[in-house]
């Protein structure tokens, strides 16, 4: 932590802030940049450090240590691989988890199992409890999606992948998914990080809308600390002031955090870009760009969907991703599951 | 709803949009901008709409009806005044809430209080539980906070306003508060509103770091199609590109949700701006915008806080504001409490 | 400048470092925070300390001084007052500029000019050039224009304010108006500025959709560096998520700059908003906040206007604005010209 | 053009906005959604259709059409091939523009052209006049850096892109230049474009910080509408709110603007990381996403730039990409030039 004065601090008010970073337990070394005086502490906790703002005399504090520990690249170099189902996420073959939005009913789900089966794939993703914008909009199945889910699981094998929004459901989800989503509406919430921290299930990680690199790794600290090492990460684009795509996919994003920590990380190019015709390009993009793998929406029959139509991949467009994306992954050296 | 074709679209595409559209059970009138054929639904259901963009032949949807509508303007032309702790929100006085962003200890609680109290304020803020970006950042007192909030309530008579995180700590929150705040990162938290949509309680909810104004009405609609009417909202500033300020303080959007809606709009101008030093400005704007009241951060010893000390006023700070202030609340027609 | 080095940073790349560091003509102090190795120099160009970061070792650098000068309020502590047309800008009077986006007609300038001047204003603002999205979108009058203008400042007496596009349209300009206009999509048109910079014309300059508060100084610093003290700032939104105004009126930064910067500020709601229903309470707050006047776009018959009519001030609105503000003035200490 | 009226809108209003619609030109027919009137309209003129949106009774107005023409697919549906220095830019060979942010001095762009040239590069990027955010940094070498680009360009044969700033600079570039650049912030100079729309040399234009996709295409309109037909697209990053990288790159954008225009399309990954270790991958991803090349900074050393060293490729690790381009190139259908 450094403690910037303004140009025209006192000797007074550098010594009250030197008593104050004494007293949180630091140890303070003092240096100049031209004509601002510094105080430099060892890194603290932020949030005591970032009050000392309050005092007279202080421009602003700067930090120099990144918030998050167990998430960090040094932690494991190696980097990661998460078991969910018996198949590794974060190896040399890439992870695919396809399926519609939502559970809609015995039909739509046994008919994209079969269809995410056939091309060899492993997890099947749909929700059974929604977070819809809207109240008016509809809010999925609940414990008759799980069981739909269960089913279907029993009869594939498939590995299941559905989302989670509140600790009481924990139980529930957890007696059929083989991995527990997090959506990018919850990132933030650390009631929910700490409850999922508490189970064994592997925890896929979305990145908020508006949450930054180092807000969303943070996220997946809490999990960590809370007890549960087994953090998938998924990009699945920011807000920003462009209206032609839903969001913003943020590729740099994954490059970055492949760098920073050690965790897997999909990339959702469905929510990403909320045009169907955009998942297949930003497919080929995220797997060159290093993600670990995918999360895509198919529908048996988009313009049918209950939600989410629009940026579903019809079965035929899913299959001829599929046979896209082995040319990119041998090139990046990876391959399909 | 307008789906609009794309100029090459065929008849059979045509259609087949047209068929999907009544087995929605919408009618449909069609229509022509230029060379684009038009289809006119009544709007529906936004999910079930948006999936028409999945069709051969439709470039998109547009939007004629916002979705929300029990919080619209129309439905209670002359504003909604909420009542709490006896205190009416929204009415011709102005509603102040202040104190500390945290309950640390019962010397600063009682100091806060009675700074408030002094000042003529009606409702302490503080909270018990926090949601920290990161989980080595202090995480309240919790249930000893909230029995220290009780301890001063019964004191000073002060309204007490406070964050609630999850459903399973309503019980708990709501045997102390007087106002359950919904806090930005739980906006979004659906589960939460409908859980506090069974209350009678009044909910204080602030936007979302990355919500649109229409989001934040829907947020609020939850609340009051589960069974609570008595909302109170809350601008905290989005997050935008702007570094300098913690967030950008949008005060158009209150004076755009005074007019679309006729719920009580507050101003955090705390969290809007990140700094003690732009407080009393940014107030003066709110009310000067039409916005009912504040919710500011004030500290006994902001330097010494143990969280957001950086954007808390010191006690003499506040009651020069609250002295600004009665001349900007005169000057467009209201009054302090 | 502080160079953090990474944790595992070898001694030979701090040496490096501290070797690149003194090439630069700097001073060089080391110091630690927690494990990192910590190099601290005066802060010399911007531009060079950033490449530092391409050094094996080097984690990231800091800065910091604030990269302006002479914008900054401590070389002008009470406040710079900028005089166009005779009339100050900056101090105890407020400034409103109004009148249509662009000139259209003779009858449309006259008739503007005539409200604005019936209502005691000092300054008629208009465009003859314009900057247009679409190249298929109405240009402006051009030479025209400003003869229109021309003939009203002869037959008024106000002031005129209208925008400069390009260094070779100065000249003309100046010929007829009393302050330039940089417009936002300007701001980091260097070019322009630094030939703005060499005349004595005073400037207003918009803040870009997309610029930090710190670039927006340094654009100002341009102008000043370059031989033009006389500059007026002006607020008109930044480009954020939001899409229910065309952009977000950033009032924090209107109060941030007053602190940081010794020029006058002003805010224009209608390019802030883009809905004429917002301009005024929108106008209250930009004076509550603390800025020295208002850029208002209004017009005889807003919903002919050829351009931005949608947030312009029919003549009837316009005049209950100016009344409204002498409140809002009053409470701030301020009055109405 | 779609007007929606407000649901409590009276005849004389629906009245008055047909007849303004009618005396715009349009043909004008009605329709309803749920309880809303709407009339619709030929898509006319956005800026004057826009000012009906002042009018009493009408709640907004939508757009059907796109506005810009010349650019869309449709208009060559098979893809432009931009010819620059006898190479094309848009076939199925990629080109790859490669450089330092600016020409230092003679040693120093002549080693940057030996090793583009001895890496099989057909494009040297270097600027000779330089847009900084700063007046106090370095501004570029001017019409000395264009002497020494045409004398490596002389000795080499490579093809010479660099940016122009202002009108009165396009003779003296276009002299020196194979490829004319546009930076990102001067994509809203329109008086710039609409100059080089009289120039035939090929344009290079950016993507603005904080433009949309539609108002990139618009800026090419400019171009082409002028008389320029040779318009070459980049992608360079947006401003959002993360600061981790010093723009967020879009990569969606450049799928959708291969749908939707016919030009050519080009990737900055420098300047849409800001770091060098994120170039390579981002460069991947854009090559996989379908971009037609990229635009990639590179430095003889980096750590020494006079600007941009942070995110220029070091000689060694820009051969090394290369290498990693070859297996991408292959898997999408692409060659490396």
């Known amino acids: 932590m450094i403690v910037v004065m303004v140009q025209t601090a006192t000797k007074a008010q550098i010594s009250m802030v030197e008593s104050r970073m004494l007293s949180l337990g630091m140890q303070v070394q003092h240096s100049f940049s031209g004509e601002q005086h510094l105080l430099i502490g060892s890194d603290g906790s932020p949030t005591l450090g970032q009050s000392l703002e309050a005092m007279p005399g ?163 600290e809490y999990l960590i600390t809370a007890g549960n090492p087994n953090v998938i990460l998924c990009e699945r684009g920011i807000r920003t002031f462009e209206t032609y795509t839903r969001n913003t996919l943020d590729l740099a994003a994954v490059a970055a955090v492949k760098n920073l920590s050690h965790l897997p990380v999909l990339v959702d190019p469905s929510h990403g870009t909320g045009k169907w015709q955009l998942i297949t390009p930003l497919s080929r993009a995220a797997i060159a760009v290093g993600a670990d793998g995918l999360l895509i929406e198919m529908h048996p029959q988009p313009e049918q969907a209950l939600s989410d139509g629009e940026q579903s991949l019809a079965p035929d467009k899913y299959l001829a991703l599929l046979e896209e994306l082995k040319h990119i992954a041998a090139a990046v050296g990876r391959e399909l599951p």
């Open 58 to 220: 202080v421009e602003r504090v700067l930090w120099v240590r990144q918030p998050y520990k167990l998430v960090s690249r040094p932690v494991h170099p190696e980097g990661t691989v998460v078991w969910a189902a018996g198949r590794p996420i974060g190896g040399k073959a890439l992870t695919i988890i396809a399926g519609p939005c939502s559970v809609e009913n015995e039909a739509q789900i046994r008919e994209a199992a079969r269809i995410v089966q056939g091309a060899g794939g492993n997890f099947l993703r749909a929700g059974a409890y929604k977070p819809r914008s809207s109240p008016y909009s509809w809010q999925g199945l609940g414990e008759q999606g799980l069981a739909l889910l269960q089913a279907v699981k029993q009869d594939t094998g498939l590995g299941i992948v559905t989302e989670v929004l509140d600790p009481r459901q924990i139980e529930k989800v957890s007696a059929v998914a083989d991995i527990l989503q997090v959506g990018a509406r919850n990132m933030h919430n650390y009631e929910l990080l700490k409850a999922l921290g508490q189970v064994e299930l592997p925890v896929l990680l979305k990145r908020g809308l508006a949450a930054t690199v180092e807000e969303w790794l943070l996220a997946a």
